[in-house]
């Protein structure tokens, strides 16, 4: 595969993951997961380099952009979630499979919490859905983490 396209690919995985919320779905209570958000996690995770420290804020802003959320807040918390994960890999010298999903969910939590306060007002009551969209997302995390891993396989067998 060229190098140019190549390292185009985390970019489209990553931006086709925010476009998924775009898709008109009726649902009674709000449990989509911000697969763009965990997509950009699979793809630190597993494949350290596919991104510079840099990425998190250009795609951030395209996640606000088509999801609606207030403009910036995907910037800030995707940038401060590559800050952390950067942390952690200064910590920790291997990693394996349940560490990453364990660093994958708490970053989860704390960028669904963090959205929540930013986009509702306090007083609302939200508290039992948002819990249940932290749990489902964070049980993405595996297929994310898998559909990230096959697209590796094939950038490095071509």
């Known amino acids: 595969m060229p190098a140019g396209r190549s390292r185009v690919i985390p970019w489209a995985t990553v931006m086709a993951g925010s476009l998924i919320t775009i898709?008109?779905?009726?649902?009674?209570?709000?449990?989509?997961?911000?697969?763009?958000?965990?997509?950009?996690?699979?793809?630190?995770?597993?494949a350290r380099f596919a991104f510079k420290p840099w990425a998190a804020a250009p795609l951030g802003l395209f996640d606000d952009l088509v999801s609606?959320?207030?403009?910036?807040?995907?910037?800030?918390?995707?940038?401060?979630?590559?800050?952390?994960?950067?942390?952690?890999?200064?910590?920790?010298?291997?990693?394996d499979y349940w560490q990453d999903?364990?660093?994958?969910?708490?970053?989860?939590?704390?960028?669904?919490?963090?959205?929540?306060?930013?986009?509702?007002?306090?007083?609302?009551?939200?508290?039992?859905?948002?819990?249940?969209?932290?749990?489902?997302?964070?049980?993405m995390f595996p297929l994310a983490a898998r559909i990230v891993a096959a697209i590796q396989n094939k950038r490095g067998a071509e």
């Open 68 to 95: 609606g959320q207030p403009l910036g807040s995907a910037v800030l918390m995707w940038s401060l979630a590559f800050v952390a994960i950067d942390m952690i890999e200064q910590r920790l010298a291997f990693r």
């Open 101 to 139: 999903w364990l660093i994958a969910g708490g970053l989860i939590a704390a960028c669904i919490l963090v959205g929540r306060f930013i986009a509702v007002p306090v007083g609302a009551h939200v508290d039992t859905i948002l819990i249940a969209q932290i749990a489902v997302t964070i049980l």
């Open 23 to 46: 898709i008109p779905v009726v649902a009674t209570i709000p449990l989509l997961p911000p697969f763009g958000f965990v997509m950009l996690l699979a793809w630190r995770l597993l």
